[in-house]
């Protein structure tokens, strides 16, 4: 059984920067592309970030340069450094494969940037 948990969000102030976590269990971050998404209210959720396989990266042209994706597979564990956050940057952050499966979301971590 496939589980991810995010962690790692809070209320930060504009300019500011968090580093959100996603713990892996029942799959193998090191053999899937996985990838941070985030959802606002009355809105889609959004791919973020993604790192492949083979350790290759690509943003959403509003977090170019801004956010960073990651992995540690010894720790099964993705992570997202988020610099420079802005309050359009303010939802709920989750991980997933990607493509993403339906029933691999958790519970996600909020974050909330303050203007």
């Known amino acids: 059984q496939v589980q991810l948990v995010e962690s790692g969000g809070g209320l930060v102030q504009a300019g500011g920067s968090l580093r959100l976590s996603c713990a892996a269990s029942g799959i193998w971050i090191s053999s899937n592309a996985m990838a941070w998404y985030r959802q606002t209210p009355g809105k889609q959720r959004e791919l973020v970030a993604r790192?492949?396989?083979?350790?290759?990266?690509a943003y959403v042209d509003s977090v170019k340069g801004r956010f960073t994706i990651s992995r540690d597979t010894a720790k099964n564990t993705v992570y997202l450094q988020m610099n420079s956050l802005q309050p359009a940057d303010t939802a709920v952050y989750y991980c997933?494969?990607?493509?993403?499966?339906?029933?691999?979301w958790g519970q996600g971590t909020q974050v909330t940037v303050s203007s």
């Open positions: 997933n494969s990607q493509p993403a499966v339906p029933k691999y």
């Open positions: 790192i492949t396989s083979g350790g290759v990266t």
